[in-house]
């Protein structure tokens, strides 16, 4: 049984599956990354080589998750570990 509200959360999962569904299965990595804050969006974007780019707007608290997981990866590299 559904219970009120649950059908846009339902819809959104049901459009992740399909974006996945249809991700290529070979990644190239980006070879640069740069984040935009127009006033309005934060913005991710990612670069690679070839100059083709791929875009993703993140919310407020979207964006201090990454950048603490970004963070939590890279300072172990930082101190040689």
């Known amino acids: 049984m559904m219970r009120r509200g649950q059908l846009p959360r339902i819809a959104a999962f049901e459009a992740a599956?399909?974006?996945?569904d249809e991700a290529p299965t070979e990644w190239e990595p980006a070879s640069r990354a740069v984040v935009s804050d127009d006033g309005q969006a934060i913005r991710?974007?990612?670069?690679?080589?070839?100059?083709?780019?791929?875009?993703?707007?993140l919310s407020p608290a979207a964006?201090?998750?990454?950048?603490?997981?970004?963070?939590?990866?890279?300072?172990?590299?930082?101190?040689?570990?």
């Open 17 to 20: 599956l399909a974006a996945l």
């Open 44 to 57: 991710l974007t990612l670069y690679r080589e070839d100059g083709k780019a791929a875009s993703v707007e």
């Open 63 to 81: 964006a201090v998750a990454l950048a603490g997981r970004l963070i939590e990866a890279a300072l172990p590299r930082l101190n040689g570990e």
